[in-house]
């Protein structure tokens, strides 16, 4: 790992998570597994996800962010070639991003986890940017075994059973094996309501005595409910003929119970308009619970199989091969569905239930919904419905099926001097997601504008509608997903191609092609196939889907051919006896490719280690790196968003005409239609370097203490400026005579040019549309520091291991570029900027610790889990001096226990019998401002775990 050549790779940072460590810490999947790792950032993509709903990656998914700099800059290896890319994206800061799927590995099967915290790219290419974690499967397995494991969450009731089986056999006498590995895993589905903090998504309960008490941001309950606000199409107002006004100056009303305050008139004995949107101090209880609706855990059931086989050919060749599957099924309860804002749509004047509709039905009969003493005319008004959860309808149910296959065919051995090593590898996966309960928004228009009794009515509370009513808009809703790797390649080494004074120079080298593709098929409903037309305005939108974002297909493909280079360098050798040197050796390394798509990238790499004696060692290395943009940010196209814009040129006229007071800051913001699609992206770049000590002291056999440093600094960060800020860079050019071609706008009227007028501002119409394009923008620049401890001894007890590791983050800085100084100096705050870590999931110090001890047939361990303290930017309080203090998310540390017996007696030979309790303490993470009340990232909500595991080989 980290060389193909032997002697260098010995002296690199890398940590090391084998059998042994997978028992101890009770881990059961790639997630888990991840999870031990101190290095190891928020994992973005998890089972916590529902923002964004269809558009967000969901199912059995666990995302990898080495080093917190960011999911997709960590390469995952399989027996040393790449994984294929999980088949789904969603955004993280408004950017599409990909992601290996951890949990496709095999947790049956594993020989060890290789972890090089180290940059990589000049070695295995593209995305190597953070490090790269290698999965190394058990390739020489002899017998047959099997295991079953039962674990309960106590407090929340998650269920798991871990079924795995292990085969293998020597072949033609020795000259090959085939080892097969299969794991089977299903959990229960687990609802809010067993978890204290996911119960209700209003959490202001638990700040009680805090100085966050009463603080409404951890109110998180939606205000869109059953409850809909109403604006008439026509510029007007409504009102009763005693001149009560029931709409707002702008003709804008909403439904509430009768039991609220502000009520005009009445709708029915329950319900009543009142003028205007709801305020939260005396509408509070419309706020609608979505946490009470949502499942805290799938159900989930989840197959991996994995084998491997070798067989020499003759003494020089040996033939290889991998074949692995992996299918999970998740099944789980969302939430019910909104109306998004260029959803609106209009109720006709004929609807039966408008209460302002037409004083006759169409049968001739009177209208028994109209209001009485209204001003509105005999023929009635349309209206537009603006704000409405369906929340009579059956929630939103999501079923993801993702499937990953792999095969690999590989020959390797030597020519001549030569080792070589050639494979073929074939791998995709697929992710196919449905959504149960969806809603049409076509036929809910329809359902509502129907004339009679049947037709649904929005003027109730979402409380007075059949079932036959609902199920004549139900619409299931899908999104289906492929990706594809296709790998050939020729490496080979030498280890020592020449000597000189210190020793043997060895040689590597290698060439690659690969081919890569995403290829996503949203449903017709949301890619513009079958869009929504308002069947009164004529108004098209295209998303056709209740609550659902339009979003459209998107496929891309990219090849890549890449060729590197490896020397592995000897400058000193214990035999030229100079004093305080017993070895110096050095790897330069350099790699090229050439992207389809995105150009060409070489990167090179110096490593180095001084072996002073047997006991010390100093080592460092430099190296460049690149991330190429993935396939969906170089190939989805139009992504239509709404998103509240401010107006920074309107704003500043105002200001400076005396029409708005205050400063920039008061500027309010609008909907406005955002369109994101890239503009000539290139790979993102970024430099590495790290220097560390390794420690092994003579006195204290077996002690082996390290301390590493790292630094990396990424240049061209794939972003997006946001609609507000592309707003703000309108003004700066509108002040210089120029104008921001992002910002589209209509024509200036001639108040438009009187407002303008004086201001030294071009003059400007209303924004239609900001064009907020995917764009190289920031630098990155992180840093910190990695310490570990091995100890073994050995007494009358038994053997003893003691293992901690410890992850110190320095540094997550983000420098602004040339736009956002533009920003800074207009006076807009640009979020995002400065030293992330303590913020938002990035503690600045993870750390776990083990003790394992064995003694003939038993075996034990002790294991603890450190997760540091951060800020969540999300809550915040002022202070008397005005100062912002920040929601505290305290540190977390878990302690797990296990213990197991091998049984050795005849009858039961081959039985393993363990016991293992995770979060001994049941100690509960932090509350967070977040989904289910916790930063699902880096925290689980399991509390005491308790499980007991069988094995038996024959």
């Given at each position: ?17 084998n059998n ?7 881990v059961?999947?790639?997630a888990e ?19 964004g ?5 969901r ?32 955004n ?7 992601s ?6 095999p947790a ?5 986890m ?23 499967m ?27 089986f ?12 085939i ?5 089977y895993?299903?959990r229960n ?24 008490e009463?603080?409404?941001?951890f ?24 001149g009560?006004?029931l709409?707002n ?14 009520c ?60 692995g ?12 569905a ?11 004047k004929?609807?039966y ?8 039905l ?5 209208n ?5 003493s ?7 008004v ?62 809910f228009?329809d359902?509502?504008?129907k ?5 649904y ?13 609902l ?28 000597s ?12 690659e ?11 017709d ?20 889907s ?8 998107v ?9 590197f ?8 050798s ?7 040197v017993?070895a ?16 060409n990238?070489f ?9 002073v ?13 690149f ?11 139009g992504?239509?968003?709404?998103s509240?814009?401010?107006?920074y ?22 909907q ?10 290139e ?5 590495n ?18 301390l590493?440093?790292w ?6 960060v ?6 507000t800020s ?24 001639p ?9 030294g501002?071009s ?7 900001v ?34 590791s ?17 920003l800074?100096?207009?006076g ?5 900027l400065g ?17 394992k ?14 997760t ?18 920040y ?15 091998d ?41 005491r775990y ?9």
């Amino acid at each position: 790992m980290g060389s193909y050549l032997t002697p260098i790779a010995g002296t690199l940072p890398i940590s090391l998570l084998n059998n042994d460590d997978i028992a101890a810490y009770g881990v059961s999947d790639g997630a888990e597994l991840l999870r031990m790792l101190p290095q190891s950032g928020d994992m973005a993509f998890n089972e916590s996800n529902f923002t964004g709903g269809v558009n967000t990656l969901r199912g059995d998914v666990a995302s990898v962010n080495l080093r917190s700099i960011g999911t997709g800059n960590t390469l995952m290896l399989v027996n040393g070639r790449r994984m294929v890319l999980h088949p789904s994206w969603q955004n993280s800061s408004s950017v599409p991003v990909v992601s290996y799927n951890m949990n496709t590995i095999p947790a049956a099967g594993i020989a060890q986890m290789q972890v090089m915290r180290d940059g990589a790219s000049a070695l295995y290419g593209a995305d190597a940017v953070a490090g790269v974690i290698n999965t190394v499967m058990i390739n020489d397995y002899d017998g047959v075994a099997f295991s079953a494991r039962y674990g309960k969450a106590i407090g929340i009731g998650k269920k798991d059973l871990n079924l795995t089986f292990s085969a293998g056999t020597e072949l033609n006498g020795g000259k090959g094996n085939i080892s097969f590995y299969a794991g089977y895993d299903s959990r229960n589905a687990v609802p809010t309501s067993n978890y204290k903090y996911a119960a209700s998504a209003d959490r202001t309960p638990f700040l009680v005595g805090t100085d966050f008490e009463d603080n409404s941001a951890f109110d998180n309950r939606s205000s869109i409910g059953g409850h809909g606000y109403f604006d008439m199409i026509d510029t007007g107002t409504i009102g009763l003929q005693d001149g009560t006004a029931l709409t707002n100056s702008s003709g804008r009303f909403h439904v509430q119970p009768t039991t609220n305050s502000g009520c005009l008139t009445n709708v029915s004995d329950t319900i009543c308009i009142d003028d205007g949107y709801w305020s939260y101090a005396t509408d509070n209880a419309m706020y609608h619970d979505l946490g009470a609706e949502r499942e805290l855990y799938s159900k989930r059931s989840r197959l991996n199989i994995f084998s491997v086989f070798s067989y020499d050919i003759n003494d020089t060749h040996e033939l290889y091969g991998e074949l692995g599957a992996y299918v999970a099924h998740t099944s789980r309860n969302g939430d019910s569905a909104r109306i998004l804002t260029d959803q609106r749509f209009s109720i006709s004047k004929n609807a039966y239930w408008n209460p302002f509709g037409a004083t006759t039905l169409a049968d001739g009969s009177a209208n028994p919904n109209r209001l009485a003493s209204t001003d509105v005319p005999d023929e009635g008004v349309d209206l537009l419905l603006y704000h409405y959860r369906v929340t009579d309808a059956d929630v939103r149910h999501i079923k993801v099926t993702n499937k990953t296959y792999r095969a690999l065919l590989g020959l390797k051995g030597t020519l001549g001097d030569w080792n070589y090593d050639t494979a073929l590898l074939y791998s995709t996966a697929s992710s196919d997601d449905k959504t149960k309960n969806g809603l049409s928004v076509s036929k809910f228009q329809d359902s509502i504008n129907k004339i009679t009794p049947d037709a649904y009515n929005p003027f109730c509370g979402a409380s007075c509608n059949s079932e036959t009513t609902l199920t004549t808009f139900y619409q299931d809703l899908t999104k289906n997903a492929t990706t594809e790797l296709a790998l050939v390649d020729f490496k080979v080494s030498h280890p020592s191609i020449f000597s000189w004074a210190a020793g043997d120079v060895g040689f590597a080298s290698g060439i690659e092609y690969r081919y890569v593709s995403f290829d996503e098929d949203k449903d017709d409903r949301l890619d513009g196939t079958s869009p929504f037309m308002d069947s009164i305005s004529g108004n098209v939108a295209q998303s056709n889907s209740i609550g659902d974002s339009p979003t459209n297909d998107v496929f891309g493909d990219r090849s890549v051919f890449s060729t590197f280079a490896e020397l592995s360098l000897p400058l000193v050798s214990q035999a030229m006896n100079i004093s305080l040197v017993q070895a110096v050796n050095m790897q330069l390394a350099a790699r090229y490719e050439n992207l389809s798509d995105v150009g060409n990238a070489f990167v090179p790499r110096v490593a180095a280690s001084w072996h002073v004696n047997n006991n010390l060692m100093f080592r460092g290395s430099w190296s460049e790196g690149f991330r190429a943009p993935n396939l969906v940010q170089t190939n989805l196209l139009g992504i239509n968003r709404q998103s509240s814009t401010v107006d920074y040129a309107r704003c500043t006229a105002k200001l400076e005409k005396g029409l708005i007071e205050g400063n920039l800051s008061n500027c309010k913001g609008d909907q406005i239609k955002v369109l994101r699609e890239p503009v000539d992206l290139e790979s993102e770049t970024s430099v590495n370097t790290g220097y560390g000590v390794v420690f092994t002291p003579s006195l204290i056999e077996n002690l082996t203490l390290t301390l590493d440093y790292w630094q990396i600094e990424q240049e061209g960060v794939i972003g997006v400026l946001s609609a507000t800020s592309q707003s703000a860079l309108d003004l700066y050019y509108r002040k210089n005579g120029q104008t921001n071609p992002n910002v589209q706008r209509e024509k200036a009227t001639p108040e438009d040019i009187e407002l303008f007028l004086g201001t030294g501002i071009s003059a400007s119409g209303e924004i239609t549309q900001v064009i907020d394009p995917y764009l190289n923008l920031d630098k990155q620049i992180s840093s910190g520091v990695d310490y570990a401890l091995e100890y073994k001894f050995k007494n009358d007890m038994g053997q003893f291991t003691y293992n901690l590791s410890a992850a110190r983050l320095i540094s997550r800085k983000t420098i602004a570029g040339e736009e956002s100084d533009i920003l800074s100096d207009l006076g807009i705050v640009v979020t995002n900027l400065g030293n992330m870590v303590g913020i938002n999931g990035s503690p600045k110090w993870k750390a776990n610790s083990s003790l394992k001890w064995r003694n003939q047939a038993w075996s034990a361990a002790l294991t603890m889990e450190h997760t540091g303290k951060f800020e969540e930017t999300s809550a915040s309080i002022t202070d008397s001096e005005g100062n912002r203090e920040y929601w505290k998310i305290d540190a977390w540390h878990r302690f797990n226990a296990y213990i197991g017996y091998d049984f050795t007696h005849d009858a039961a030979q081959g039985i393993k019998i363990s016991f293992g309790i995770k979060n001994l303490f049941d100690k509960l993470p932090p509350m967070a401002d977040d989904r289910f009340g916790l930063f699902g990232g880096i925290h689980t909500p399991e509390g005491r775990y308790v499980y007991t595991k069988l094995n038996y080989k024959f």
